[in-house]
């Protein structure tokens, strides 16, 4: 093959790769499923160690990303809504849409450790918190540690950092399917979550607002928005009626963060709003949540929003 059609292959194989989207990692977390059942093959997808390394990671070159936002028993995922906090968010990155899964979390061990052996349990926050029932009944006395992420507590136990702990008295909690993606650990219990219906929801986030959301079947119905509102720094409490007046779309959600300004107990909100009928056009959609953010400015309350989808 001549020097020229080769640079026409790699340049025609550069313009075939599809977008990046970052997910916390290491794959077999709950992000990555969610993320491949929405995104399929369409995206190229960049394992992060933490949450806020997606967030921080966003750029031209990797333009989407995806964060665990809530849980159906344990709620908030805190560690996402003080990440919203940041300027940058509404400035140089949106959310784009939300996706949702079910979650069955499972007890995962290196092989032949019995659930007698273990002293320690390993997992991401939210996770422990959505197995509260079972580790109160079965395992009382296990410490339990908190890690960036479901799959990299399982992984931790192949590979434990120095001698920091016994990864044959260990479990991790985290789905099934990191058995097998790291041989050795297998199901120790499945089915460990609280309730029966566990499901999560997942915020998609880009990089700017131009670049379409590769979705791999886009979803019929969403039309919603987030809006960040900053009280005055100086409004020890603040009347959110007068907010909830001004913005006059309903509101599904409300979540509040404090604001780490220096006045005590002032605090972020976040209202994720939606279309009452759902019926109007994405442009009438956009132009109703920027007249509201607009009235809510005019109302002296910094807003800002982070998403419309
Ligand atoms: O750690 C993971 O696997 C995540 O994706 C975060 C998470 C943890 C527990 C339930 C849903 C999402």
Not at 33 to 46: I, K
Not at 53 to 68: A, H, K, N, Q, Y
Not at 118 to 140: D, M, N, T, Y
Not at 271 to 283: I, N, Q, W
């Amino acid at each position: 093959m001549s020097n020229t059609s080769s640079a026409l292959t790699s340049r025609s194989d550069e313009a075939q790769e599809p977008p990046a989207l970052i997910f916390l990692g290491p794959p077999g977390t709950y992000s990555h499923q969610a993320a491949f059942d929405a995104f399929g093959d369409s995206v190229r997808y960049v394992a992060k160690q933490t949450i806020a390394d997606v967030f921080e990671s966003l750029s031209s070159e990797l333009p989407f990303g995806i964060i665990p936002q809530e849980n159906s028993t344990n709620g908030s995922v805190i560690e996402t809504y003080n990440l919203l906090r940041c300027e940058v968010v509404g400035r140089d990155s949106f959310v784009r849409g939300e996706t949702n899964i079910p979650i069955k979390h499972s007890l995962v061990v290196r092989q032949n450790v019995k659930i007698e052996d273990i002293e320690h349990v390993f997992s991401h926050e939210q996770a422990l918190g959505q197995c509260k029932a079972f580790l109160k009944a079965f395992l009382p006395k296990a410490s339990l540690v908190p890690t960036d992420s479901t799959a990299g507590a399982a992984r931790t136990l192949l590979d434990p950092p120095s001698e920091s702990f016994d990864p044959l008295k260990s479990a991790a909690i985290c789905s099934a399917v990191v058995t097998s993606l790291f041989p050795g650990l297998e199901v120790l219990r499945a089915g460990i979550q609280d309730g029966q219906s566990n499901m999560t929801r997942f915020y998609i986030v880009s990089y700017g607002v131009d670049v379409g959301v590769p979705w791999q079947t886009p979803p019929t119905y969403q039309k919603r928005a987030l809006i960040r509102l900053l009280p005055d720094r100086d409004s020890v409490a603040w009347d959110s009626s007068r907010a909830i007046k001004a913005l006059n779309i309903p509101i599904s959600r409300i979540d509040r963060r404090p604001s780490l300004y220096s006045t005590t107990f002032h605090d972020v909100y976040f209202l994720e709003v939606y279309a009452e009928g759902g019926g109007e056009s994405d442009v009438a959609w956009f132009d109703c949540v920027n007249q509201a953010v607009e009235r809510l400015r005019q109302a002296g309350l910094k807003s800002t929003a982070l998403g419309i989808w």
